[in-house]
C-alpha cells in the first residue's frame, strides 16, 4: 500500500519468489490515499488478506493504527509490514533495519571495533542506527545538513555501550578518521534528486561505503568510493533482503536473495 505505489518494484519481487517456490498466491500493489489508510487496514482481516506492506507515505501513521507493534517499529517509528493473525489483530512490524544489517554482513560487514559514519538523519537512518546497535558496533557518528535532527537522534539512540555523536555538516567530511563503513542514508544521488557531494579523502583505505540508494545502483558516491579502492555496497541489497520477513509472514517460507533475483528485479527499473 502507498500513494502512489505503481513505481514499487516489491510486486515484481515478491511474484519472483511465488513463481521460483510454486506457491499459490499473489501479491499486489494497492493506491491507498492517506485519508483512506485506517479504513482499508482495519478491513484486511474481513478481505482475507494475510497483511500488507506499507510504503510512503503510510509507514509512520500506521504506528497509530495497528494494535500490536514489534520493538523494531517502535525504535525506527515506522511499519512497513502489518501481518494479520487468526483472531484479526494486526501486528505491525520493521523489517527495514533487518534489511539493512543482512545487506551489510552478506557484503562482509562485520563490526572490527571502528566507528561507522551515517550522513542523515531521517527514517532510513533511523533503521540504520537500530541494526547497528543490533550488530554490536560501539561508535557512531551521524551529520545532517539540518543539525538538530542528527542532534536529536544522537541523544535518542545512545546507549552505554554505543556512543553516538552529532556532527556538524561542514566538519563532516574532515571527522572520518577511524570509520570502518560509511553510509549514506539520504535520497541525495537518487535519481531526480541532487548529487550527494562529500569527500572521502579523510576515509581509511580498509573502509566500506554503503548507499542505501539503488537508483541508480550506482550512485556518485559509490563511484567516488571505488576509484579509491573502497569496498561499495549497494541499496539494492537492503530492499530484496527487507522484504523476507514480509514473504515469510504472507506465504510461510523464508526466500534465498539471489543474483538471478537481483537481475530479475533490476530489469523492472528499465
Not at 563503513?181 to 541525495?188: D, G, H, K, Q
Request: charged share 20%.
Amino acid at each position: 500500500m502507498g500513494w502512489p505505489v505503481g513505481h514499487s518494484l516489491s510486486p515484481r519481487l515478491h511474484g519472483y519468489w511465488l513463481q521460483h517456490y510454486h506457491i499459490a498466491g499473489t501479491y499486489e500493489a494497492l493506491p491507498v490515499p492517506p485519508s483512506e489508510l485506517a479504513s482499508t487496514l482495519k478491513g484486511l482481516p474481513k478481505q482475507g488478506l494475510r497483511g500488507v506492506n506499507l510504503t510512503v507515505p503510510h509507514k509512520e501513521a500506521a504506528c497509530a493504527l495497528v494494535d500490536h507493534l514489534d520493538s523494531a517499529a517502535k525504535h525506527i517509528g515506522a511499519v512497513n509490514l502489518v501481518v494479520v493473525d487468526a483472531q484479526g489483530q494486526l501486528h505491525g512490524r520493521n523489517t527495514d533495519a533487518y534489511g539493512f544489517m543482512q545487506n551489510l554482513m552478506t557484503s562482509g560487514y562485520h563490526s572490527k571495533g571502528g566507528a561507522v559514519f551515517i550522513i542523515g538523519a531521517g527514517g532510513a537512518a533511523r533503521a540504520a542506527i537500530v541494526g547497528l546497535l543490533h550488530m554490536g558496533v560501539g561508535e557512531i557518528r551521524l551529520t545532517n545538513r539540518t543539525p538538530e535532527r542528527a542532534e536529536k537522534l544522537a541523544h535518542e539512540f545512545s546507549t552505554p555501550t554505543c556512543k553516538i555523536t552529532a556532527i556538524p555538516w561542514e566538519k563532516a567530511a574532515s571527522t572520518l578518521g577511524e570509520v570502518e563503513l560509511l553510509v549514506n542514508t539520504t535520497s541525495l544521488g537518487m535519481t531526480g534528486q541532487p548529487s550527494l557531494t562529500f569527500s572521502l579523502d579523510a576515509l581509511p583505505e580498509a573502509a566500506m561505503v554503503n548507499d542505501i540508494v539503488y537508483v541508480p545502483l550506482e550512485t556518485d558516491l559509490l563511484r567516488q568510493a571505488r576509484r579509491r579502492g573502497h569496498q561499495t555496497i549497494d541499496g539494492l541489497g537492503m530492499l530484496l533482503h527487507q522484504a523476507r520477513p514480509s514473504f515469510e509472514a504472507f506465504f510461510g517460507r523464508d526466500p534465498e536473495v539471489t543474483e538471478e533475483l537481483r537481475r530479475f528485479v533490476l530489469m523492472g527499473k528499465e
